[in-house]
């Protein structure tokens, strides 16, 4: 059974940068809609950044032009770069993705954005 772990999460100031790393017990390469989404207190967990099929990807509009994601197929392992972060940006971060049509989460890694 795949599982998915998050890391890279923390306190950054507006306008800082973290990088998530989430890292996979098996093999990402047929995994399908991997992804970064997140979770704000009192909100439901929304899309962030996805690979989509034939390698595109897929970002929320309030994410374009400061996060980016990739993926490293040979170390099982998917990154989220976020730069120019904002107070909103602040939420509990899952990796998730399926296979076979059975969704995979991760535990979670906060990120809080805050002077």
């Known amino acids: 059974q795949m599982q998915l772990v998050e890391s890279g999460g923390g306190l950054v100031q507006p306008g800082g940068s973290l990088r998530l790393t989430c890292t996979a017990s098996?093999?990402?390469?047929?995994?399908?809609?991997m992804g970064w989404y997140r979770q704000a207190p009192g909100k439901e967990r929304e899309l962030v950044a996805a690979?989509?099929?034939?390698?595109?990807?897929n970002y929320a509009n309030s994410v374009k032009g400061r996060f980016t994601i990739s993926r490293d197929n040979t170390k099982n392992t998917m990154y989220l770069q976020m730069n120019n972060l904002k107070p909103e940006d602040t939420a509990v971060y899952y990796c998730?993705?399926?296979?076979?049509?059975?969704?995979?989460w991760g535990q979670g890694t906060q990120v809080t954005v805050s002077s």
């Open positions: 690979f989509i099929e034939s390698g595109n990807t």
């Open positions: 098996g093999s990402i390469f047929s995994m399908n809609a």
């Open positions: 998730g993705g399926y296979i076979l049509g059975t969704a995979y």
